[in-house]
């Protein structure tokens, strides 16, 4: 077994890399540096959005996103099956009526779990009814479809759209809006960003979807997987203007070295 | 056991799937490939998983559709639509696989698809069209800094996208493409970036078993 030609460079990378982020996540367990993450306004409005829904005696909706856990989508998935767990605590701690929209039938069970654990750990294990996540349908269109009418028939309050969306993210914010229903995206998914960010409360873009379960735990260990991403960045920016400076200067070094 | 198993099952299969990518020729020992184990072994039972899911998924949907109709709750009409199609689409292609040679019921089992369905979701993308202007008109109002620069980029983009702005200014269409080409893409890519890098350090802490929470176990 040997590395396939083209991803030798990758391969060593992909090494040192992981390296890196779990020593930074054992030396954040360890106490050996504090990690901090700067005030994120979007997560920092999950709560508001929760006791926005229970005063009103409105249920708050999630959506998980559009993604799957077994292909490219599962990092998105995964990063907001963290959200929900966080929303559930609140969720349960307020005694808010909670609803959980699901497009991908494997999410169905993870989201199920996550919620009755949640409402389990809360101590509020009778507060748990069975038809709080939903799965609504795998078709994209009929997704939305049945979320917009979620919207309407149980008068959502708040609603927190979180992980992988594609064109039926206007539709989803934009009928929310219309109904005055108070909403958080979070999402790294770029193309659907601008719609988010014209028709919802709050935007949290980008990587800001993977740090959402560091921040909102304050967990050490995913502090400090936080920090390793950091540095990955700074290795990036370098390599980047490594590669720019030496093209420019007509070397093609880097690019050798990338596709190796 | 509650924990560990799902844990290792996870470190396991993501090895195997992340070796796979770059690796190749057979595993000392085991004379089979990187990608072969994936294709024979892991891709088999992501099929078994999502039947198994679709299953439960279904149950969940049946209940809470049944409900809504035995409790007459609003707009139940709509779950009874729903149950109704799923039926008829259910037998329907039953009746199509236990009686192959009626061509007829065959092509008649897509009528529902072309004839409701397709229209519907037409109509429901035709909306977008709406949305997108009046999300745009309450984004685009200038209370700040932030939203002037955008209300201006926006008015220029549109211009030099109409062929009307090439009449006004020839230069609108080239103002447009460089708004597109170098301030809007260099904000892409670093999100694109980040977000990249984000995503391979949430799987390497969900390989390791830092992240458990999508398992209810709690975090680390």
Known sequence: MTIAPGNVFGFWMLIAISALVIYTIRASERGKFKVTIRPIAGLEAIEECVGRATEMGRPVHFSPGLGDIVTTSAPDTLAALQILSYVTDVAAKYDA????????????????????????????????????????????????????GLFHQEQVASSILAGLYMGEALLLAESAARLGIMQVAITASVMQVPFFVAACDYTVIGEELYAAGAYLTNDKGRLGGIAGQDYIK??????????????????????????? | MRKEVPLLITFVVALIVMLSQVTTGNIPGLGVAMPDLFERYISPWMTVVSAFSLCLASVNLIVVHSRNISRKQSEWIYSLILLGTLVIYGAWCTYIQINPDNTAAASNYSLIYNYILSPLMTGQWACLAFYVASASYRAFRARNLEATVLLASAILVMLGATPVGGVIWSKFPVIQRWLIDIPNMTGQRALLIGAAVGSFVACLRTMLGIERGHLGIGGS
């Open chain 1, 97 to 148: 009526r909670f609803l959980v929209t699901i497009r991908m039938p494997n999410v169905y069970p993870l989201a199920t779990e996550t919620v009755r654990q949640g409402y389990i750990a809360a101590n509020k294990a009778d507060s748990y009814r069975d038809n709080m996540v939903r799965y609504v349908s795998s078709d994209q269109d009929a997704y939305a479809a049945g979320v917009i």
């Open chain 1, 234 to 260: 700074l290795i990036v920016i370098g390599i980047i203007l490594i590669g720019t400076l030496m093209t420019s200067a007509g070397s093609n070094a880097i690019q050798s070295l990338l596709t190796m």
